[in-house]
């Protein structure tokens, strides 16, 4: 009786040591290849546009006009990113004057800079409507699910849309006064361990900053006083499944004689 006490005893002592171990190891998922863009009026259509232009590499390639490597280079795709008609009209000192732009970018589909907004702010009202309708217009039905941060389960989405290959786009309080006011393409993280919540981080691609096609890590952590580049909202742009490639039945050659 004694030895099977022991024994289940050490059992025990044996498996918290083993679940202990096995939490405290650090993981990291990072996506590769999602182009990077250095700002371009806006942060909100910029980091979406490198969502999209991830997107258009796996096989939607109606989201850009530009086709593989050159989707690389902001510029051949800058104007679907924002419009000329749309800087025309909302760039300051713009001119009041000309009509409302068609919506031809993630820009005007956004409503990107459109009074009362500053030039190259957009409200998060607009994000969700804004990917759908621009991915619509480009025959395709991207889906969103948004959350505020709340850690766990903002944590467990985030994980989970980066494992299945989906970047996201963070809203973020940049400057640590608790205001939302920047956008961020997210592609990865880490969990480096311990029993703490500062042990969480994203990596994305910051088009604010000098370097913007370098991978940025931040903390994940909800926005608070004096902390930098806190999470406030996020995005998981979920891409409708592709059509099924024709299968190759084979050509037919038809032999014409007189």
């Known amino acids: 009786m004694k030895k099977n006490l022991r024994f289940f005893l050490l059992l025990s002592v044996f498996l918290t040591v083993c679940f202990q171990t096995k939490a405290a190891i650090p993981t990291m998922n990072v996506i590769t290849n999602v182009p990077a863009y250095f700002w371009y009026e806006g942060c909100t259509p910029t980091a979406i546009a ?26 051949n795709v800058q104007d679907q990113i924002c419009s000329p008609a749309h800087i025309a009209k909302y760039k300051p000192p713009g001119d009041v004057n000309l009509p409302v732009p068609p919506n031809t970018s993630i820009a005007c589909w956004l409503k990107t800079s459109v009074n009362p907004l500053g030039y190259g702010d957009t409200s998060s009202t607009n994000i969700i409507p804004g990917i759908t309708n621009y991915s619509a ?46 956008a961020v393409t997210v592609i990865g993280y880490e969990d480096r361990g311990g029993s703490t919540n500062t042990n969480k981080w994203y990596a994305c691609y910051n088009a ?6 370098t991978v940025n890590w931040y903390q994940f952590t909800g926005t608070a006083t004096n902390k930098l580049y806190t999470v406030a909202e996020l995005y998981q742009i979920i891409p409708p499944l592709l059509p099924p490639m024709p299968k190759n039945k084979g050509t037919l050659i038809l032999f014409c004689s007189n």
Not at 208 to 213: F, M, R, S
Request: aromatic share 16%; charged share 15%.
């Open 50 to 75: 490198m969502v999209f232009s991830y997107w258009s590499l796996k096989g939607y390639t109606n989201l850009f006009n530009a086709q593989g490597s050159a989707l690389y280079i902001r510029a």
């Open 208 to 213: 604010d900053t000098v370097g913007a096609n």
């Open 137 to 182: 217009s480009k025959g395709y039905s991207f889906k969103v699910s948004s959350t505020n941060f709340n850690l766990i389960p903002a944590w467990k989405m985030f994980t989970n849309s980066i494992a299945l290959g989906q970047p996201m786009v963070f809203v973020i309080d940049k400057n640590g006064d608790k205001l939302p006011d920047h």
